[in-house]
């Protein structure tokens, strides 16, 4: 089994920033990558950014570029996601994802539930 343990969402004012984190952890044998997706209500869900973990090779949405920032720490198979100069169309559920293998597993991806980011005056 493998967790994702997400935190950090909030109500923040326009303008304002927030830091996203999610942990992975369980029975992983080797973690790929990890990275951010959010949903807004009556909307696909997006890729926001994602970094490699050999690597860290970073990919970005063009509506994000500047503004967010994805860092990872292989130690603790954690990424954070700093978000700054937050827009009122930045309010989204936001996901984490995972691309990892368990032990004598092929490469698959894993989902947190989601934590609530809004931004409102």
């Known amino acids: 089994q493998v967790q994702l343990a997400e935190s950090g969402g909030g109500l923040v004012q326009p303008g304002g920033s927030l830091r996203l984190s999610c942990a992975a952890s369980?029975?992983?044998?080797?973690?790929?990558?990890m990275g951010w997706y959010r949903q807004a209500p009556g909307k696909q869900r997006e890729l926001v950014a994602n970094?490699?973990?050999?690597?860290?090779?970073?990919t970005y949405a063009d509506s994000v570029k500047g503004r967010f920032t994805i860092s990872r720490d292989n130690a603790k198979n954690t990424v954070y996601l700093q978000m700054s100069s937050l827009k009122p169309e930045d309010t989204a559920a936001y996901y984490c994802?995972?691309?990892?293998?368990?032990?004598?597993?092929?490469?698959?991806?894993?989902w947190g539930q989601g934590t609530q980011v809004t931004v409102s005056s």
């Open positions: 369980g029975s992983i044998f080797r973690l790929y990558a």
């Open positions: 970094i490699r973990n050999d690597d860290g090779t970073t």
């Open positions: 994802v995972a691309r990892l293998a368990m032990i004598g597993g092929a490469p698959t991806s894993h």
